[in-house]
């Protein structure tokens, strides 16, 4: 029908135009083709330009695979045509319907066919491929019945082939081209390498990698011979289930009979540029014993040797070896011969550091910044948040609202009580989300250096600088910068981070060269930003410039319908990563969980349920310390008309309450410092600071 003919050969130009994936190119060309062409299998082949060699383009079966491992390796891969079935068709390179049988009494070696044959496949279709009027290749396809083409279905057919040959054109470029991308990149990360490590094997496992991005392969070694001495690798690696490459032992064929025998016959073969593949390498693993052994014990059935001529050793050589049957080319021999430059560099690199008896300091290695600093791998969500009280469905609503702009946001409550989960969700929630969440503890790192982890410096800004940092802000460019405990910041650094909030630029330490900054901040703290203006502590103009977005986190004291679906919560998660059995839990203890000040807030309750899931023998479980009437009760809040307690008033209580509960310890592992999660000597001086002493505990 010509309407369906024209619907088909234009779906295929659309396909053809916008498709750049091949396999899914083939798919929509194979899925039309079967709803009018009754076949079983189809493979196209390219052509190279002057028809000698020709390799398998793609191919597709419908059910089961029908060729072996070895039919597939004599079938796929660059070959020659040569005695082949494609020889003939060339002869005639037009629409050709064929018998397998009958090509079989001409080609009876071939054993792609003796397969198909035996599969039940008896008929072959041969369309030419042409584009311009040049022959590129051959769609074949395979069926179990003879198919009865009419002269129209056979002028069809040709004018897909010529559809399907401006695809495998096309598509062919594109590889090729993304294939010089690939070995562009390549030579480039190498002389990177070459320029950056000095270490033997951190080196040679870094070319592995690249030269396996371009020209998979399981195992890379590079082994040289002195004169009149035995071979030695100067490395070898395997390639890893996870794709990286470990170091192989040197020893590891002492044992195989014949070993030393094998190696001169082996050196001689390395010492020549060559690819053995399929029944080049058999005969090779007939020859020797060595090769012969990693066939049979390893699996290696593909082998590529590259002399690296001039080097310091002679008989030096690249040496690629792989699983496939049909893993190496001559094109990838001549790359590798291309890169044998910078490999004999590198050998010689090696062998001249290791003349050294003492290596300077190794070279810093770039700036490395934890993975789960610079994204954990899991991400906050509204989800996370648990307990249903009305403070805290305030705190989502405020969070919700904020969390797809890029307002500036600054978290305010007391210690424990999840302002770095405020954070993180107010970061996945954002359109930054993709991009970086930058973490830095403005408590955790003396003040000498919270500037060059803020802003980076250059190499030899102070002593001790030996190479150039890149800062926070820098590496948080599009991202998200999450300043923890952000009062703890001297007065100094305040008026620079004031700078990068207002002109979104800075500079680093003994740098010149002023760096835009597109960054969102969250800030979070502890401490009552308001009193430490008022005190002198904390720039008031940084303050308002932080505190666009204000959420405050209640304490957990001010929210106790929420300690039990938080203990429940905890329950279930130490439960299940201790294998403990599941406990029941008291009424009278939930009442005093409810009922304690928690100093600590949800991380000491945490913290708690941890413990009791630990200690806890009976079907209940045991919480120490908070049996029924005995526990720390909550602070009592006034009643509306009461008077309120003064801020010096309430953080007093408070560090009172922790000092308790910890029995006076201030620091520690089991100090109050580590319950409020403070510095121990911020702690001490906020102690001094409100008339904390030891006796002064004890008395209250």
């Known amino acids: ?17 916008t498709t750049r994936n091949k396999e899914d190119l083939f798919r929509s060309v194979t899925e039309k083709l079967r709803l009018i ?40 891969g660059r070959s020659s045509i040569e005695n082949t079935p494609v020889e003939k068709f060339l002869r005639a390179p037009r629409l050709q319907q064929l018998d397998l049988a009958e090509l079989l009494t001409e080609y009876p070696d071939f054993r792609p066919f003796q397969a198909l044959l035996a599969s039940g496949m008896r008929y072959l279709t041969m369309v030419p491929l042409r584009t311009g009027g040049h022959l590129i290749g051959i769609l074949s396809m395979v069926a179990r019945r003879r198919p009865e083409l009419s002269a129209q ?73 002195a004169s009149a001495t035995e071979a030695r690798a100067l490395a070898e690696f395997n390639k890893q289930p996870d794709g990286t490459f470990a170091a192989l032992a040197n020893n590891r064929y002492d044992d195989l009979p014949h070993h030393q025998d094998s190696q001169p016959a082996l050196a001689e073969l390395f010492s020549r540029p060559g690819v053995y593949v399929g029944p080049d390498f058999e005969a090779l693993a007939r020859q020797h014993a060595l090769l012969h052994y990693i066939r049979e014990q390893r699996g290696t059935q593909s082998l590529l040797c590259a002399p690296l001529e001039n080097t310091t050793e002679p008989a030096a050589a690249l040496i690629l070896a792989s699983h496939q049957p049909q893993a190496f ?12 430059p910078q490999i004999r560099l590198a050998v010689q690199n090696v062998l001249a550091f290791e003349q050294i008896e003492a290596l300077r300091t190794q070279l810093e290695r770039e700036r490395t910044y934890l993975i789960d600093e610079i994204n954990t791998s899991a991400a906050a969500r509204l989800d996370d948040f648990v307990g249903g009280s009305a403070r805290m469905q305030q705190v989502q609503t405020r969070l919700a609202q904020v969390a797809p702009t890029d307002t500036t946001v600054l978290i305010t409550g007391e210690t424990g009580t999840g302002k770095e989960l405020v954070a993180r969700a107010l970061h996945h929630l954002s359109p930054r989300h993709e991009r970086a969440l930058i973490k830095l503890n403005c408590a955790a790192l003396p003040a000498q250096l919270i500037e060059s982890e803020l802003f980076g410096h250059e190499k030899g800004a102070f002593t001790g600088a030996h190479d150039r940092r890149i800062g926070k802000f820098e590496l948080a460019d599009k991202g998200t910068i999450f300043l923890d405990e952000v009062g703890e910041l001297p007065l100094d650094l305040q008026a620079k981070l004031l700078r990068v909030l207002q002109e979104k630029e800075f500079e680093r330490i003994g740098g010149r060269r002023v760096i835009q ?11 009552v930003l308001e009193e430490e203006v008022a005190a002198g502590r904390f720039r008031a103009d940084l303050y308002y410039r932080l505190n666009v977005f204000p959420i405050r986190l209640p304490a957990l004291r001010e929210r106790p319908e ?11 998660r130490f439960t299940k990563q201790m294998g403990k059995p599941v406990r029941g839990l008291r009424e009278r203890d939930l009442r005093a969980l409810q009922q304690y000040g928690w100093p600590g807030n949800v991380r000491e309750l945490e913290h708690v349920v941890e413990q009791a899931v630990i200690v806890s023998q009976g079907p209940f479980l045991e919480f120490q310390g908070f049996a029924a009437g005995t526990a720390v009760a909550a602070p009592a809040l006034p009643e509306t008309g009461g008077p309120l307690k003064t801020l010096r008033e309430q953080e007093r209580a408070h560090i009172l309450a922790a ?4 029995g006076g310890r201030v620091s520690g592992p089991h100090g109050a410092a580590l319950l409020l999660d403070i510095n121990p000597k911020t702690l001490e001086a906020r102690m ?8 002064v505990m004890v008395n209250e």
């Open 659 to 662: 000092l308790h509960r910890t």
């Open 37 to 76: 062409f009754p076949f079983d299998a189809i493979t196209i082949l390219s052509l190279d330009a002057e028809h000698q060699y020709r390799r398998v383009f793609l191919r597709d079966y419908l059910g089961e695979l029908l060729l072996s491992s070895a039919d597939l390796a004599q079938s796929e």
């Open 688 to 695: 001094k600071k409100l008339g904390i002493r030891r006796t």
């Open 153 to 225: 279905d056979a002028d069809l057919l040709e004018k897909i082939g010529s559809l399907v040959a401006v695809a495998v054109t096309n598509t062919l470029a594109f590889e090729d081209i993304a294939r010089r991308e690939q070995e562009k990149t390549m030579q480039l990360a190498l002389n990177n390498a070459l320029l950056s490590i000095k270490e033997r094997d951190e080196l040679f496992r870094t070319i592995a990698t690249e030269i396996n991005r371009v020209v998979p392969c399981d195992y890379f070694g590079v082994r040289a011979r």
């Open 517 to 527: 900054s597109d960054v969102r901040v969250i800030a979070a703290t502890n401490r």
């Open 329 to 340: 080319t001559e094109e990838h021999l001549e790359l590798m011969q291309n890169l044998v």
């Open 1 to 17: 029908m010509p309407d369906q003919d024209d619907s088909l050969l234009l779906y295929l130009n659309e396909a053809i135009a």
């Open 562 to 572: 929420d300690v039990e679906p938080l203990m429940r919560h905890f329950l279930e």
